[in-house]
């Protein structure tokens, strides 16, 4: 498609070229003539008649937004008008790049390129440890950091696209990784937050500070600071007494915004410890803040993350409390890319649209969705994309219902939203509470769990979990047949038709291994050692299917997390075929695995079967320690 984009400003032109090879059109002046002008009143206005169009924008960034929808309407021979207004400042995106899965250079420009697509103008890059610091080598050591060449060139990737690309660090908690290192030591407090009060601390800081802002235009940094939960509790403590967490939280801030202030940086902070210096829990809207609080908290604007809330009224009062503070607030939503190794859209979508709907009602400026990557990263970010379009018509619209937003799903991505709803049902099982409230994850721990010693076997014995996978494994099975112009979009749902061919496999499996032990049927036991087999040639296909999502934008480093979690599975299956010949034989009488009662794990109703990370799914044997 060629488009003859007519008084396209200059600095929009390096954009478009982005675009265009995204999109898939060429400018020239024999293409459909589409008129590009300022919107005076702040809104977007895209029209298009089929034969040619207008695009009146209201910043950089709302242009490609219009510039992506007036490409589809042309696309699909459709006509198209659309008045928007976008109802913050600022919006955009947070990425996780710290808990493996770390974006690559090209990684991070698709997902800016992304944002573009949807208006957003703003990025926030989290990034704990995986960014160059000249002065201390072992800073991102094999974590996938990005070099200040690449972080730079980043940057003025998303100048080109009209986003504000901004470093977020951590100056205080979250620090666990870096902290194997010996040059940590002298300012270890406990383990993953760092000793105030010490100089050495902030002769560190200022340098990592400037090593994470030095190479993006933005005078903005967000110093993280969240749930150092322990904070003063370790050398601090030795050394300094018992000391009120307000006042050493306020200490450490106040030489952090010294530092930011000789720096010529605007800081911003997560907002968490404040409530909990003042002795409440974060969410607690009975929070009484001292008036000597309010008065100190240095110059430092407020971020409010909440991903768990669905009920407007709680953020309404919420954000009534961090305004209290005095300092300017901003919202985190969240896309809920961590609930195990599938998307929760239940709880991305009702969480997200109470949210933003306070933040609108608050006149907040600034709002993000986040996309954490706990325990390893084993979502693809590229599977949250339908949460991603909420999150940009919930900034562009005062409501957004399922329909619209599967019509804005296709005119800006091209994508079916019933496809990546179905996503959704890995964790979303039909005898429990609609949404997933508690964020139940039964999909990680089937993959995950021992065949012989399923910790939370007797959590999931009233739910019927094969039958649930077989129908999602049929359904997967028909989208990953649709033709996919885009080959992250495929990956994605090969990998996640895999997952379920494989937790239908494996739950067979367990089924029948327990059956075939129980009656004593040593025939039926040989049929199964023999059917696991196809079990590990299954989830050889799954492991090969989820890197290819992983390595299409993601450092390579972390992957062997992955390696290491299914080369488990996969060896596990060798000696479980081993026990069981056993017990065929004669060798044993007894498997003792076998013969363990399975126990209820916490407590399980209509909302949850519980959730687990790695680590409390694989065995309650040690992992690794003392």
């Given at each position: 498609m060629l488009l003859h984009l007519i008084d396209?400003?200059?600095?929009?032109?390096?954009?478009?070229?982005?675009?265009?090879?995204?999109?898939?059109?060429?400018?020239?002046?024999?293409?459909?003539?589409v008129t590009v002008t300022a919107n005076p009143e702040n809104h977007l206005v895209v029209a298009c008649d089929g034969t040619s169009g207008s695009i009146s924008y209201a910043s950089q960034a709302s242009f490609f937004r219009g510039l992506t929808a007036l490409h589809h309407a042309l696309q699909a021979g459709e006509t198209l008008h659309t008045d928007e207004s976008a109802a913050f400042k600022e919006a955009g995106l947070m990425v996780d790049m710290s808990r493996n899965a770390s974006l690559t250079q090209s990684g991070v420009e698709d997902m800016l390129a992304l944002s573009a697509q949807l208006g957003l103008n703003s990025a926030l890059l989290y990034m704990e440890d995986v960014y160059a610091v000249p002065e201390?080598?072992?800073?991102?050591?094999?974590?996938?950091?990005?070099?200040?060449?690449?972080?730079?060139?980043?940057?003025?990737?998303?100048?080109?696209?009209?986003?504000?690309?901004?470093?977020?660090?951590?100056?205080?908690?979250?620090?666990?990784?870096?902290?194997?290192?010996?040059?940590?030591?002298?300012?270890?407090?406990?383990?993953?937050?760092?000793?105030?009060?010490?100089?050495?601390?902030?002769?560190?800081?200022?340098?990592?500070?400037?090593?994470?802002?030095?190479?993006?235009?933005?005078?903005?940094?967000?110093?993280?600071?969240?749930?150092?939960?322990?904070?003063?509790?370790?050398?601090?403590?030795?050394?300094?007494?018992?000391?009120?967490?307000?006042?050493?939280?306020l200490r450490h801030v106040r030489q952090l915004t010294a530092i930011t202030q000789e720096l010529n940086l605007h800081p911003i902070m997560w907002s968490d410890m404040w409530f909990e210096a003042a002795g409440y829990g974060y969410y607690d809207p009975q929070v009484q803040f001292p008036q000597s609080l309010k008065e100190q908290i240095p110059d430092v604007d407020l971020m409010y993350w909440d991903y768990y809330h669905e009920d407007q009224t709680i953020y309404d009062q919420l954000i009534a409390k961090h305004k209290e503070l005095g300092r300017p607030v901003s919202l985190a939503t969240g896309c809920w890319t961590w609930n195990g190794i599938a998307p929760n859209y239940g709880k991305a979508l009702n969480t997200m649209n109470?949210?933003?709907?306070?933040?609108?009602?608050?006149?907040?400026?600034?709002?993000?969705?986040?996309?954490?990557?706990?325990?390893?990263?084993?979502?693809?970010?590229?599977?949250?994309?339908?949460?991603?379009?909420?999150?940009?018509?919930?900034?562009?619209?005062?409501?957004?219902?399922?329909?619209?937003?599967?019509?804005?799903?296709?005119?800006?991505?091209?994508?079916?939203?019933?496809?990546?709803?179905?996503?959704?049902?890995?964790?979303?099982?039909?005898?429990?509470?609609?949404?997933?409230?508690?964020?139940?994850?039964?999909?990680?721990?089937?993959?995950?769990?021992?065949?012989?010693?399923?910790?939370?076997?007797?959590?999931?014995?009233?739910?019927?979990?094969?039958?649930?996978?077989?129908?999602?494994?049929?359904?997967?099975?028909?989208?990953?047949?649709?033709?996919?112009?885009?080959?992250?979009?495929?990956?994605?749902?090969?990998?996640?038709?895999?997952?379920?061919?494989?937790?239908?496999?494996?739950?067979?499996?367990?089924?029948?291994?327990?059956?075939?032990?129980?009656?004593?049927?040593?025939?039926?036991?040989?049929?199964?050692?023999?059917?696991?087999?196809?079990?590990?040639?299954?989830?050889?296909?799954?492991?090969?299917?989820?890197?290819?999502?992983?390595?299409?934008?993601?450092?390579?480093?972390?992957?062997?997390v992955m390696d290491i979690r299914y080369g488990g599975l996969l060896s596990r299956i060798d000696t479980v075929q081993w026990r069981l010949q056993h017990w065929v034989e004669g060798a044993i009488e007894k498997i003792a695995e076998l013969d363990e009662p399975q126990l209820l794990l916490g407590e399980v109703n209509k909302n949850s079967v519980m959730r687990g990370l790695y680590a409390d799914i694989v065995t309650v044997s040690k992992i690794s320690g003392v």
């Open positions: 396209l400003p200059a600095e929009f032109t390096t954009g478009v070229e982005i675009m265009a090879q995204r999109l898939g059109f060429s400018t020239a002046a024999t293409g459909v003539p201390y080598p072992y800073w991102g050591y094999q974590r996938g950091r990005l070099s200040q060449e690449e972080l730079q060139a980043v940057d003025d990737f998303g100048a080109a696209l009209g986003i504000e690309v901004i470093p977020c660090i951590q100056t205080l908690a979250h620090l666990a990784n870096p902290m194997r290192w010996p040059f940590m030591n002298q300012i270890r407090d406990t383990n993953g937050i760092l000793l105030v009060d010490e100089p050495k601390t902030y002769e560190f800081l200022k340098t990592i500070i400037q090593a994470a802002t030095a190479p993006f235009r933005t005078n903005k940094v967000h110093i993280g600071m969240d749930e150092a939960h322990e904070l003063g509790r370790g050398v601090y403590l030795d050394r300094h007494g018992l000391v009120d967490r307000t006042e050493i939280m109470a949210g933003m709907a306070a933040a609108k009602q608050a006149q907040l400026a600034t709002v993000y969705a986040t996309m954490w990557g706990d325990d390893g990263g084993e979502t693809p970010f590229t599977s949250a994309v339908l949460a991603i379009q909420n999150f940009a018509e919930q900034v562009y619209h005062d409501t957004v219902s399922a329909d619209e937003l599967s019509a804005a799903f296709t005119r800006y991505q091209d994508k079916d939203a019933a496809d990546y709803l179905a996503l959704n049902d890995f964790d979303q099982l039909p005898e429990l509470t609609p949404g997933n409230p508690e964020a139940t994850n039964p999909s990680k721990f089937v993959l995950f769990e021992d065949l012989l010693s399923p910790l939370f076997a007797a959590n999931t014995a009233s739910v019927d979990l094969l039958g649930h996978y077989q129908q999602l494994a049929k359904t997967l099975a028909v989208i990953e047949q649709k033709p996919m112009a885009d080959p992250y979009q495929q990956h994605v749902f090969t990998f996640y038709s895999e997952l379920a061919r494989v937790l239908v496999l494996k739950l067979t499996m367990m089924a029948d291994i327990r059956r075939a032990y129980d009656d004593g049927d040593q025939q039926r036991m040989t049929e199964v050692i023999v059917a696991l087999t196809g079990l590990r040639s299954a989830l050889q296909s799954l492991r090969d299917a989820h890197r290819a999502c992983w390595f299409d934008l993601d450092s390579p480093f972390g992957w062997e």
